[in-house]
């Protein structure tokens, strides 16, 4: 994931065609720094209701991330200082967690997916998920409920190395118990822009 997944650069909001932030009368302020909380597990702040509009731009900047600052406001009928100002609460208060590009993992070489179910020792969910994060073509982990108690999402050039993943670095990992395989045969993105 963190391969696919942009940091968001605090001084430039995506898709700010202006450059600068806006103050409270609407100028830019040169290299302000806008910055979402880091380290801050998404449970240790309390959410916040969000309204029409906020869902709004969600929605817009789920399906086009790189949208200007001026564009989101034509869309959804407020100021441009206004999205301005619901985009950054949006990021501060940990609703958006930054801005990614969707990937054709085949058409980027990676011509096998897979997500795995992993069982593992209990309690040992921090130091698992540590691990996970550092494995190659890894897009997603979940701690889940039922049957199995990690969610794993992989993306591999090919299905020889999905198995040197699972059987090799996987299976090494000692609070993993167990594994279960399953390939992906035919993905579908559901943020995708209907007119793109």
């Known amino acids: 994931m963190?391969?696919?997944?942009?940091a968001v650069d605090r001084n430039e909001v995506p898709g700010d065609d202006t450059?600068?932030?806006p103050d409270k009368a609407g100028s830019e302020l040169p290299g302000e720094v806008l910055s979402a909380p880091v380290g801050v597990p998404t449970g240790a702040l309390p959410a916040r209701p969000l309204d029409a509009i906020d869902r709004d731009i969600l929605?817009?900047?789920q399906t086009d991330g790189r949208a200007s600052v001026r564009s989101v406001a034509e869309r959804v009928h407020v100021s441009r200082a206004n999205a301005y100002a619901r985009i950054n609460r949006l990021i501060d208060d940990g609703v958006i967690r930054g801005f990614s590009a969707r990937v054709n993992h085949e058409r980027a070489g990676h011509g096998a997916s897979a997500y795995i179910t992993l069982k593992i020792v209990q309690n040992s969910w921090r130091t698992v998920r540590e691990q996970l994060k550092t494995l190659p073509g890894a897009t997603h982990?979940?701690?889940?409920s039922g049957d199995f108690d990690v969610l794993l999402l992989v993306h591999t050039p090919d299905n020889r190395?999905?198995?040197?993943l699972v059987l090799?670095?996987?299976?090494?990992?000692?609070e993993v118990l167990s594994t279960r395989t399953l390939l992906v045969f035919e993905e579908t993105d559901l943020n995708t822009d209907p007119h793109a």
């Open 19 to 21: 450059g600068g932030a």
């Open 2 to 6: 963190a391969d696919e997944q942009m």
């Open 161 to 164: 190395t999905l198995r040197e």
């Open 168 to 174: 090799t670095r996987l299976q090494s990992i000692p």
């Open 59 to 61: 929605r817009l900047l």
């Open 141 to 144: 982990i979940a701690l889940v």
